[in-house]
């Protein structure tokens, strides 16, 4: 990174508001979360950086409810958060006041866009966003309010044309790709363990879009196991000749906590170096493409250590602060096994995507 890089102005959009929600004990979203991430980031002095802010979340416009999600789906939404009985999805529980939380979560990602886009900010992070198995119809899969959708929504009233929405959430943004299947203005990559097995059992390979939107949207996916090395020989492979065609205006990322090794409800075996890699990358790539337009959702992330070593990653590589995770073992080394699935993997991507770009290349 160049020292230039170093000085990016930064917003972190926090409010105790983000924390009120309860989805019960066992639920994999444990209340103190976002709480836990402010903390963090003031022992580790990130919010007393000269160039970083706190940026206030704001509520969800009625305009861009209405586009993001069906009158039934809000209904619904709104009965279960006045009697706190029923719920969202079988892995999302209700609660009473949830209308009220998913609108503050995804309204915060608003907020860190609505920075960015106006220029206050060079790069916003928002611990609180990435809920990418939102759909039109309904939530699932801890996502109410598909935040990711309703920014590309609102930058587009903005004026702003070829949005790259990078997920590297563990889990494919099965949501968000219905939104923008057969759209070309939005090129979504995501990185995922393989939906044979994985939640939401979907974004294969072969799902590359259709119509005006066909190339733009890019599955990845990994065999269990999958570790740094063939993480960032598939980035490499893959990321960069799709950015460079695209030519970001706008770059929303989600960095993918929850593909760290320590994660309970994946089987990944990334360290914080992946995540490292991947951001580097990501924020460069802003800065080539996009004037440095960068946002970065926190998605999903279950066991503490990985949310907090990932955002504090995140966090320097985007303010310049400098922060070092503790050294990390996983469990597995890449095998042979693994490196043929994933070239495998590449391959396929390469032959079905590129030529549809126009990227040129020997596929
Ligand atoms: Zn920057
Ligand atoms: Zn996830």
């Known amino acids: ?23 019960g004990t066992k639920h994999p979203i ?18 007393a950086q000269p160039n970083v802010i706190t940026i206030q979340p704001k509520l969800l416009s009625k305009s861009l409810l209405n586009r993001i999600h069906s ?7 709104q009965r279960i958060s006045e009697t706190g009985e029923g719920e969202i999805d079988i892995d999302t529980p209700g609660f009473k006041g949830i209308y009220y939380n998913a ?56 004026g702003f044309k070829r949005i790259l929405i990078a997920d590297f959430d563990v889990h494919h943004g099965n949501g968000t ?22 939640y939401p059992h979907d974004g294969f390979i072969e799902d590359i879009g259709d119509g005006r939107g066909l190339g733009y949207n890019i599955n990845m996916h990994f065999p269990m196991d999958s570790g740094d090395s063939v993480y960032t020989y598939a980035f490499d492979e893959i990321v960069p000749p799709l950015i460079e065609s695209y030519r970001p205006e706008f770059v929303i990322f989600i960095p993918g906590f929850d593909a760290h090794y320590k994660d309970p409800l994946a089987h990944m ?19 080539t493409w996009a004037d440095g337009k960068l946002v970065v959702l926190a998605g999903g992330g279950y066991h503490r250590d990985s949310f907090r070593w990932g955002i504090g990653t995140v966090m320097s590589v985007v303010t310049g602060h400098e922060y070092q995770p503790p050294p990390q073992e996983p469990p597995f080394d890449d095998d042979e096994e693994t490196w043929t699935i994933v070239r495998e993997n590449v391959k396929r991507i390469k032959e079905l995507v590129f030529p549809t770009l126009g990227i040129p290349g020997d596929w």
């Open 1 to 23: 990174m160049s020292a230039s890089l170093a000085k990016c102005r930064v917003g972190f959009v926090w409010s105790p508001n983000l924390e009120t929600f309860d989805f």
């Open 30 to 47: 444990k209340v103190g979360r976002f709480l836990m991430v402010k903390e963090f980031l003031e022992e580790t002095e990130f919010l």
């Open 71 to 77: 009158q039934e789906y809000l209904k619904k939404v």
């Open 103 to 158: 609108n503050i979560t995804s309204g915060a990602t608003l907020a860190g866009v609505e920075a960015v886009a106006t220029g206050k900010v060079g790069h916003a992070v928002s611990p609180t966003g990435g809920f990418h198995h939102a759909r039109f119809e309904g939530g699932g899969g801890f996502s109410i309010f598909n935040d990711v959708a309703a920014s590309v929504f609102h930058l587009r009233e903005k």
């Open 177 to 198: 790709q219905t939104y923008f299947y057969s759209d070309p203005d939005v090129m979504h990559i995501s990185f995922h363990e393989d939906p044979e097995w994985m």
């Open 269 to 287: 075996t990334l360290t914080t170096e992946a995540i490292r890699y991947v951001t580097e990358q990501i924020h460069d790539a802003a800065h």
